[in-house]
């Protein structure tokens, strides 16, 4: 595979932010002005063919996570994926939920917000902590019915030890929530291998698919006790039946999909899945953590540079973030991005995040333009 020829960056653009939102592959961005094209001169008299290949992106999804067709669904994004776990769960006043500090809001906000149903949520600290799972498993007691958790952190990096906190969430009864947006795409998942119970993603991170379209999956026992507050023609057995007047949910997790699909969304998320899926998910993480591993080898070796994502090699994950000792966060981004250096400013730090394509001497004129 050539991948010069799937991705079209603009001359001298250092492209390290795909931890934010990444750039389209070629084959996404041709699929999506085709479907526009069609759809400006034909409308939707192809409607059926546009199913398909939703159809087929629910399939690359489910191939993804190790899961079934039959638990995905497609929402409009991670905090709504959340949202719908959150509200949905069967709570009781005065049970809690464990969390981490360092949570992006999105996997913050929805639980704090349960607050009002005499929720509580219980807060880890992992930076620095010598064991960041054991931080976590920590807080829980009798009355935790719910442990979430980012697979990685989004400011510094920190790969999470999912199969452990699956088990130790399994062995005391407490439902496991990943959200898994800066991992999937980027980092292999297997579901039933991390005894996760709910896992949600968005697709315009390590995915490369446009935004407005995230992946939820529910474990199957969890499908029905999952209170419905989205409603709509879409979200019942009877989908397409429009004169039916007695309707129950779906039994498949289309029953969380409660209007008209964004079909735009699935063909350009479908191409960039089959990009993935030929180049090869273990070869795309060998590719990312090489990348990331000469990062934090440059980095290290640079005495005005201060690394502030985890060395080690378990906890490495697509993010990389530093610092300039002798620049505040923020003026090192302005000195970056006036550079060509497309990075977020995260985690008290600058924050890199190439992906699998990005060549090597990208890395390298990156960081020589953070000490310039």
Same mark, same amino acid.
């Given at each position: ?46 409607? !059926? ?24 669904? %497609? ?38 917000? %349960? ?30 019915? +719910? ?68 992946? +939820? ?31 129950? !949910? ?18 350009? +998320? ?32 640079? !005495?005005? +540079? ?52 990005? !060549? ?13």
């Amino acid at each position: 595979m050539n991948l010069a020829t799937e991705f079209d960056l603009a001359p001298g653009l250092l492209y390290l932010n795909h931890a934010a939102v990444a750039p389209w592959p070629r084959r996404a961005a041709q699929a999506v002005a085709r479907f526009a094209a069609e759809n400006a001169h034909e409308g939707a008299r192809h409607y !059926p063919r546009w199913l398909q290949v939703e159809q087929r992106l629910r399939e690359r999804l489910a191939r993804l996570i190790g899961a079934q067709v039959p638990d995905i669904a %497609l929402l409009k994004n991670t905090s709504e994926a959340i949202s719908v776990v959150a509200f949905g769960f069967p709570w009781q006043a005065g049970d809690n939920l464990v969390l981490a500090a360092e949570e992006f809001p999105s996997n913050r906000i929805a639980w704090q917000a %349960l607050a009002r149903l005499g929720v509580e949520c219980r807060v880890a600290h992992l930076t620095g902590a010598a064991d960041p799972e054991q931080a976590l498993l920590d807080l829980i007691d009798g009355r935790t019915r +719910l442990l979430t958790v980012s697979s990685v952190q989004y400011g510094n990096g920190l790969r999470m030890d999912l199969e452990r906190l699956g088990t130790a969430c399994r062995a005391r009864g407490v439902a496991l929530c990943l959200d898994a947006i800066q991992s999937l795409g980027a980092l292999p998942i297997d579901v039933t291998a991390v005894q996760a119970d709910f896992v949600m993603a968005d697709g315009h991170k390590w995915m490369l698919g446009p935004e407005g379209l995230a992946l +939820l999956w529910v474990r199957a026992e969890w499908r029905e006790r999952l209170a419905l507050y989205q409603y709509g023609w879409h979200m019942t057995r009877q989908a397409g039946d429009f004169d039916a007047v007695d309707w129950q !949910p779906a039994d498949d997790a289309r029953r969380f999909e409660c209007g008209s699909p964004n079909l735009l969304g699935a063909h350009g +998320l479908e191409a960039s899945l089959s990009l993935l899926e030929e180049y090869g998910i273990e070869r795309v993480h060998d590719e990312v953590l090489q990348r990331s591993a000469y990062l934090i080898e440059r980095i290290r070796a640079m !005495p005005e +540079l201060e690394l502030l994502s985890d060395p080690r090699p378990e906890r490495r994950s697509g993010i990389v973030t530093f610092l300039r000792r002798d620049m505040d966060q923020a003026q090192l981004h302005r000195h970056l991005i006036d550079a060509g250096v497309v990075c977020a400013q995260r985690g008290g730090g600058v924050r890199l995040s190439p992906h699998f394509y990005t !060549p090597l001497p990208v890395l390298e004129q990156a960081l020589n333009a953070a000490l310039a």
